[in-house]
């Protein structure tokens, strides 16, 4: 579903009441040249357990990786591992990052249905066949 009105008000409430699977889209991040070579894709959804770096944004952390520890879709925010800010009273707090600023450089495999017919598991399937044949000869 488009959105096809101009007045900023009723973008911004779309903005904000999208249906959680056009939601998603939102999350999308690059990957870096080994993936996209091995998988044969430009970008996938960032989801929990993936490790990334930081693009773009505050300079302290750009070019630092972490693995996301949470996915915040309603402020369309994602939480990394290990970058976190000092609170005036003390307590650590993670900065939240846009995903577009982000750069998967490793893939969390648990989920299998995420990469289930791309190419990344063929070459693995391909790669075990080949080495069982080099075994057994």
């Given at each position: 579903m488009e959105l096809k009105s101009s007045k900023p008000k009723k973008q911004r409430k779309w903005h904000?009441?999208?249906?959680?699977?056009?939601?998603?889209?939102?999350?999308?991040?690059?990957?870096?040249?080994?993936?996209?070579?091995?998988?044969?894709?430009?970008?996938?959804?960032?989801?929990?357990?993936?490790?990334?770096?930081?693009?773009?944004?505050?300079?302290?952390?750009?070019g630092k990786q972490g693995k996301i520890t949470a996915i915040l879709r309603q402020k369309r925010q994602v939480l990394i591992e290990g970058m976190t800010r000092k609170r005036l009273d003390g307590t650590e707090i993670q900065i939240p990052f846009k995903a577009s600023n982000l750069m998967i450089v490793n893939i969390d495999d648990k989920d299998s249905r995420r990469l289930k017919g791309k190419k990344i598991a063929k070459i693995e399937v391909k790669e075990e066949k080949k080495k069982v044949k080099e075994d057994g000869k």
């Open positions: 904000y009441t999208k249906p959680l699977h056009l939601q998603q889209k939102e999350f999308g991040m690059h990957l870096s040249k080994d993936l996209k070579a091995s998988i044969g894709k430009r970008s996938l959804d960032g989801r929990k357990g993936d490790t990334v770096q930081l693009m773009r944004g505050n300079e302290k952390f750009v």
